[in-house]
Nanobody
Framework: HVQLVESGGGSVETGGSLTLSCTGSGISLSSAFCVGWFRQAPGKKREGVAGINGDGSTTYADSVVGRFAISQDNAKPTLYLQMNNLKPEDTAMYYC?????????????????????WGQGTQVTVS
Protein backbone atom coordinates (compact mmCIF):
# COMPACT_ATOMS: atom_id res chain seq x y z
CA HIS A 1 0.00 0.00 0.00
CA VAL A 2 1.55 3.27 -1.11
CA GLN A 3 1.31 5.95 1.53
CA LEU A 4 2.61 9.48 2.04
CA VAL A 5 2.75 10.93 5.54
CA GLU A 6 3.35 14.60 6.31
CA SER A 7 4.64 15.99 9.59
CA GLY A 8 6.14 19.15 11.03
CA GLY A 9 3.15 21.44 10.99
CA GLY A 10 2.26 23.66 13.91
CA SER A 11 1.48 27.16 15.07
CA VAL A 12 4.01 29.95 14.69
CA GLU A 13 4.09 33.71 14.84
CA THR A 14 4.47 35.90 11.79
CA GLY A 15 8.07 35.81 10.65
CA GLY A 16 8.69 32.39 12.12
CA SER A 17 9.89 29.22 10.44
CA LEU A 18 8.77 25.62 10.10
CA THR A 19 10.10 22.61 8.27
CA LEU A 20 7.60 20.13 6.91
CA SER A 21 8.54 16.55 6.15
CA CYS A 22 6.92 13.94 3.96
CA THR A 23 7.85 10.29 4.06
CA GLY A 24 6.70 7.67 1.63
CA SER A 25 6.75 3.99 1.01
CA GLY A 26 7.64 2.18 -2.15
CA ILE A 27 8.36 4.42 -5.07
CA SER A 28 6.13 7.20 -3.78
CA LEU A 29 9.03 9.57 -3.38
CA SER A 30 11.33 8.28 -6.03
CA SER A 31 13.85 10.88 -7.08
CA ALA A 32 12.99 10.03 -10.68
CA PHE A 33 9.59 11.66 -10.46
CA CYS A 34 8.15 15.05 -9.68
CA VAL A 35 7.06 15.45 -6.08
CA GLY A 36 5.53 18.54 -4.58
CA TRP A 37 3.93 20.43 -1.75
CA PHE A 38 0.43 21.86 -1.91
CA ARG A 39 -1.77 23.75 0.49
CA GLN A 40 -5.41 24.49 1.06
CA ALA A 41 -6.67 27.31 3.23
CA PRO A 42 -10.21 27.31 4.62
CA GLY A 43 -12.66 28.31 1.93
CA LYS A 44 -10.02 28.31 -0.79
CA LYS A 45 -8.96 25.94 -3.52
CA ARG A 46 -5.94 23.73 -3.11
CA GLU A 47 -2.87 25.26 -4.73
CA GLY A 48 0.62 24.17 -5.63
CA VAL A 49 3.39 25.59 -3.46
CA ALA A 50 6.62 23.95 -4.56
CA GLY A 51 7.78 21.06 -6.68
CA ILE A 52 11.00 19.22 -7.36
CA ASN A 53 11.57 17.57 -10.69
CA GLY A 54 13.27 14.28 -11.36
CA ASP A 55 16.43 16.14 -12.37
CA GLY A 56 16.48 18.02 -9.07
CA SER A 57 15.32 21.35 -10.44
CA THR A 58 12.65 23.13 -8.46
CA THR A 59 9.62 25.29 -9.05
CA TYR A 60 7.74 27.59 -6.68
CA ALA A 61 4.53 29.51 -6.50
CA ASP A 62 5.19 33.25 -6.77
CA SER A 63 3.80 33.80 -3.28
CA VAL A 64 6.54 31.73 -1.64
CA VAL A 65 9.59 32.52 -3.76
CA GLY A 66 12.50 33.51 -1.57
CA ARG A 67 10.79 32.22 1.58
CA PHE A 68 10.20 28.49 1.02
CA ALA A 69 12.66 25.84 -0.11
CA ILE A 70 11.82 22.31 -1.23
CA SER A 71 14.37 19.54 -0.95
CA GLN A 72 14.54 15.79 -1.02
CA ASP A 73 16.67 13.24 0.79
CA ASN A 74 16.75 10.33 -1.60
CA ALA A 75 18.35 7.99 0.91
CA LYS A 76 15.44 8.01 3.34
CA PRO A 77 13.41 8.94 1.18
CA THR A 78 11.93 12.12 2.57
CA LEU A 79 10.63 15.31 1.05
CA TYR A 80 11.05 18.59 2.93
CA LEU A 81 9.62 22.07 2.79
CA GLN A 82 11.60 24.69 4.68
CA MET A 83 9.33 27.66 5.31
CA ASN A 84 10.82 30.94 6.48
CA ASN A 85 9.37 34.38 7.12
CA LEU A 86 5.91 32.88 7.47
CA LYS A 87 2.90 35.11 6.99
CA PRO A 88 -0.71 34.73 8.15
CA GLU A 89 -1.70 34.05 4.53
CA ASP A 90 0.46 30.93 4.66
CA THR A 91 -2.02 29.40 7.10
CA ALA A 92 -3.36 26.23 5.50
CA MET A 93 -3.33 22.47 5.47
CA TYR A 94 -0.19 21.40 3.68
CA TYR A 95 -0.02 18.24 1.60
CA CYS A 96 2.72 16.40 -0.20
CA UNK A 97 1.98 14.60 -3.43
CA UNK A 98 3.85 12.49 -5.93
CA UNK A 99 3.45 12.24 -9.67
CA UNK A 100 4.35 9.59 -12.20
CA UNK A 101 6.13 12.06 -14.44
CA UNK A 102 9.73 13.20 -14.32
CA UNK A 103 8.76 16.85 -14.57
CA UNK A 104 6.17 18.75 -12.62
CA UNK A 105 3.36 20.15 -14.72
CA UNK A 106 3.50 23.96 -15.06
CA UNK A 107 1.78 25.73 -12.24
CA UNK A 108 1.63 22.57 -10.11
CA UNK A 109 -2.04 21.86 -10.68
CA UNK A 110 -3.38 19.86 -7.73
CA UNK A 111 -5.11 17.35 -9.97
CA UNK A 112 -5.18 13.67 -9.17
CA UNK A 113 -4.45 12.97 -12.82
CA UNK A 114 -1.11 14.75 -12.40
CA UNK A 115 -0.48 13.75 -8.79
CA UNK A 116 -2.14 10.40 -8.05
CA UNK A 117 -0.56 10.00 -4.60
CA TRP A 118 -1.36 12.30 -1.69
CA GLY A 119 -0.76 12.46 2.01
CA GLN A 120 -3.34 13.37 4.64
CA GLY A 121 -1.88 16.78 5.35
CA THR A 122 -0.33 18.73 8.21
CA GLN A 123 -1.76 21.97 9.54
CA VAL A 124 0.26 25.20 9.52
CA THR A 125 -1.13 28.18 11.40
CA VAL A 126 0.57 31.57 11.35
CA SER A 127 -0.68 34.31 13.62
Amino acid sequence: HVQLVESGGGSVETGGSLTLSCTGSGISLSSAFCVGWFRQAPGKKREGVAGINGDGSTTYADSVVGRFAISQDNAKPTLYLQMNNLKPEDTAMYYCAASLSAYCPPGLPPRSASFPRWGQGTQVTVS
